[in-house]
């Protein structure tokens, strides 16, 4: 997929304006600015480069907690059937990020994501069915497995944030189609050139989880993962890389990315 040639779709006001009253209202609240709106509030960029998200102040703000899930309640009803495949990736990306934050809002406290049990053997709220887009229900689990993964671009993984230390930054502002492709180069930047994707020690390199667990989605083995992070890597990082020094091991933090 060239995804620099990704077109986004917009809905016009002109269009807003036609539909009915409720489906108008429905446009409104999918607009990726109410998104916006609600991160610009909520979510910290960190000095150590990390966003956090002051879950504290989100959840005692009635307001925005309503303000989020109504969010989520009309990205449902904003069908992304027919659009083009980077607002595609967009729309699924946002609808994956703000119904992360809505269930660890309505857990919070948690010190992880993966302390939310839905049910006594799960380990984390990913396989509850808590979506219904097309008719069809859905976990947040099958939004990132069955829908998003199977389009073919690794860089989805730099678009979903899982409320962890480790995962690819939460955003500062909704994913859109129009802007995917610059915006993705430049989250796979900032994540790569981290210490939570590489560290390099003299054992080796200690990398993400996420080059493991994923690995296929990168090309299928180590030398295709460290091809993936030279084509990110800063000038440091990609010296080292030259010397194509061994994979020492993994490594993940599940802690919850919450402000202190």
Known sequence: MDRRRMIGLGVSAGVALALPAGAAAQVALADP????????????????GINRVDYRAWRVSAADRAALAAYVEALQGASPKGRSPADQIAYWSNLYNAETLRVVLEAYPVKSIRAIRPTLVSVGPWKAKTLQVDGRRLSLHEVEHEILRPMGDPMIHYALNCASISCPNLPLRAWRGATLAADLDQAARAYVNHPRAVQVTAKGLILS????????????????????????????LRAVLARRPAIAGYAYDWDLNAAA
């Open 209 to 236: 989880s996420i080059y493991k667990w994923y690995a296929e989605d990168f090309g299928a083995d180590e030398a295709a993962v460290l091809n993936h992070l030279r084509r990110y890597a800063a000038p440091p």
């Open 33 to 48: 600015q109410v998104f916006d709106r609600l991160l610009a509030r909520h979510v910290r960029s960190g000095r150590d």
